[in-house]
């Protein structure tokens, strides 16, 4: 047990994922749960956090070309806008109206 001197009381170890606490009266792990390791500073650190970060990078890095993708898109000048009016025209031109 922890010696909280705010709540004045014993209390058991704050630590994410710890089955079993150190015995020293510091807010360290002895024994993490099933899915964690023990870090150097006593904090049980899950086994795939490495694997998350490497995942959300991915994402982080395809989302960000994605963006910049889009943003030139947006702020590419306008080519042939000829073409692309007479175009719009003939599409408008060949839509099928209702007789009124």
Wanted: charge should be negative; proline fraction near 5%; glycine fraction near 8%.
């Amino acid at each position: 047990p922890i010696p909280d001197i705010e709540l004045g009381t014993c209390r058991a170890c704050m630590v994410s994922g710890c089955a079993q606490c150190a015995t020293d009266g510091t807010d360290t792990c002895a024994l993490c749960s099933s899915g964690y390791d023990v870090t150097p500073t006593g904090q049980c650190q899950s086994k795939f956090f490495y694997v998350w970060v490497v995942v959300f990078l991915f994402f982080g890095v395809v989302l960000a070309v994605v963006l910049a993708w889009v943003i030139s898109l947006a702020l590419a000048p306008a080519v042939n806008t000829e073409v692309m009016q007479h175009g719009l025209d003939h599409r408008s031109r060949s839509k099928l109206l209702r007789p009124t």
